[in-house]
């Protein structure tokens, strides 16, 4: 059995590398391992308040920035029982899924080279980035900025976009709508595609799903107690390529699941998606039912009743944050001292779950095929990056 090690796999978020396995032109083994260094978030918001929890993890990631925020908001708020108001929570999940659809659309830029032919991809390509340049707007105007949107705090919303911003948007979206379901059609156009494709779309693969929720994502779904965190180069201590890994695996009740767009509309939609390509399909049908949820979120905030919480007293408590994040469920967990400052802290991000179902996936498959599902999970290595190496 031949090794094949591809040193840094291109056109992920973060620095990682693929060791496959290869006997006859099939993957009969493969490891991921992240090769990016810590920043230690968890551990640089000890001792501080909790607003600057909220900003700081933002800085986790470029990608899943809003989702962070929001989940960390959600757990501290958990901490000490304060529940923001209807319309704070409803724009925190707009800022989300526009948050997830900027990300999707970026995955899609990522794997257009592997599932579209060549003389077809420039055009698409460029209309992807029209597309995300036109969502980030929306982010900029509703959350404060196009990444790691200020606005988000503890208690809802703060401060509050103007009225006329906010009909502006929702008259922009129908506009949006349409421009979309013309990309939609062309991402899963089978006559533009490519062998690699082809090959995904023949691959069967069936997986344990974890989702919180379709849109928001919800605690309660969950029992987050079930989740275990393990160093990689415990997971796969059979290997010893695998002490070069910086990242932390999360099982849920003893076992590997998947989360993600597949996930959220296998559980709530009762979608079935039994192919790799289908992780694909997905991502497009989750963009599709994020933009008619945004638009009916546009038309439910009612401008007259307040967005955030007044007067929040900080003290001792613990608290729990589940978001549905981008790449599937994310979640804080969070521990308030006396003055209310941060104890501890715990980030459990998707790309924890995904790695084992990543490297699973990949069996099979040829070697072209195999780099095209990584991209096709949009592992985040940044966020999942928790493990020091020691050098002695």
């Known amino acids: 059995m031949g090794e094949i ?27 991921f391992i992240s090769t990016a260094p810590v920043r230690g978030f968890e551990k640089m918001v000890i001792g501080k308040s909790p607003f600057f929890v909220v900003e700081a993890v933002m800085r986790i990631c470029g990608l899943c920035h809003a989702s962070h925020g929001i989940a960390a908001a959600e757990a501290i708020e958990n901490a000490i029982g304060v529940t923001p108001p209807r319309n704070g929570v409803l724009l925190r999940e707009a800022l989300g899924l526009i948050n997830r659809i900027q990300s999707h659309l970026l995955e899609f830029l990522m794997v257009v080279p592997d ?153 709530y939609r009762e979608k079935s998606y039994s192919t790799l390509y289908d992780l694909h399909t997905a991502r497009v049908d989750d963009v599709s039912i994020a933009l008619h949820r945004l638009s009916s979120i546009l038309d439910s905030l009612d401008m007259k009743e307040p967005f955030r919480n007044q007067n929040i007293v900080f ?53 072209k095929a195999a780099e095209a599902v990584v991209r096709l999970y949009d592992p985040c290595i940044p966020c999942t990056t928790h493990v020091v190496r020691l050098r002695r």
């Open 5 to 31: 090690e591809l040193g840094k796999v291109c056109r992920i978020s973060g620095d990682a590398k693929l060791i496959m396995y290869e006997e006859g032109g099939e993957v009969q083994d493969a490891l």
């Open 315 to 367: 003290g001792p408590g613990k608290g729990v944050g589940v978001y549905e994040a981008p790449r599937g469920t994310l979640v804080h967990i969070v521990e308030l001292g006396e003055e209310g400052r941060t104890l501890y802290s715990r980030i459990v991000v998707p790309t924890m779950f995904n790695i084992p179902v990543i490297e699973e996936a990949v069996k099979g498959l040829s070697v």
């Open 115 to 267: 599932l579209v032919v060549p003389e077809e991809r420039e055009k698409l390509i460029l209309e992807l980035i029209d597309f995300h340049t036109k969502i980030g707007d929306f982010l900029l105007k509703l959350g404060g900025a196009m990444t790691h949107p200020p606005n988000i705090t503890v208690g809802g919303i703060n401060p509050v976009p103007k009225w006329s911003v906010f009909n502006n948007l929702k008259a922009r979206l129908p506009k949006m709508l349409r421009s979309w379901n013309e990309l939609a059609h062309l991402l899963v156009d089978e006559d533009i595609q490519t062998d690699v494709a082809s090959e995904l779309r023949e691959k069967k693969h069936d997986n344990r799903y974890l989702s919180s929720g379709l849109f928001y994502g919800d605690r309660f779904n969950i029992d987050v107690g079930k989740i275990k965190l393990i160093p990689y180069y415990e997971f796969r201590k059979d290997d010893p390529s695998s002490k070069e890994s910086t990242t932390m695996i999360a099982m849920y009740k003893g076992k590997p699941v998947e989360v993600g767009p597949r996930a959220r509309l296998s559980t």
